[in-house]
């Protein structure tokens, strides 16, 4: 049931406590760490094992650490950067399939919508209708259908509904999986104007329900174009290997 506790190692104790000072605000987004030989000194540690204790901050991408005569280590903002490099990692070696990312956008998404009904200010919902002027300008446009840019379009209206639900957490996920999924959309989602304005008319579903704060109604009209786009790719993936698998 239970294993031998281990001593913390001194450069867990470092990593620990400048981590600390980053969460805490004493040390900013942008600004340098002590030069290595103040830290040396100050946590009276090896220079190895403070650069051991700076690799593990690196890695968990809470600073940069920067060569060079002005270089250094520098604290990073919080952006999704680093998930976004990992959830590429994961769909690049098939570790989440289209099924799986369906399934959790269904579920993730749906209470999104559900939530921004709730919140949603006459100033989100304009942004939103805007957003939909700009899908309808593109389905329109004579004589060549963009498509890359409406798919641009549709990116920033689910975004925007994530950040008019107002849950930093679910903004900064939503981003990371649409920073990526295009890697789906371009293998399998048809490129076609039927296609795209059926995706379209599941927007506009979305908004409308999203203006008249109905919470209910957002999430199904959300799950329903998450599923709609995955019917779409599911049947494209037929069509190019019918022994596809249904993930």
Known sequence: M??????IRTFEIVSEQIQQAIFSGKLKPGEKLPAERELVKEFDISRRTLREALRVLELKGLIEIKTGLKGGAVVR???TEQMSDSLA?????EKAS???L????MD????VAGRAAEKATEQDVQGLKDLLAEAEDLLTARPHFNWKTFMDVDRRTHQSVATIAGNPIHEFVLH???ENIHRYYENFLPSDKGVSQQNYEDLISLVKAIERKRAEQAEKAARKHIENGWKFMQQRRIEIDPRGAVE
């Open 102 to 105: 369906t399934e959790f956008r």
């Open 77 to 79: 903002d919080l952006n």
């Open 108 to 111: 993730l998404e749906g209470t």
């Open 176 to 178: 990371s999986i649409h």
């Open 98 to 100: 289209l099924f799986h």
């Open 2 to 7: 239970f294993q031998k506790a281990r001593p």
């Open 89 to 93: 990692t994961l769909i690049r070696y």
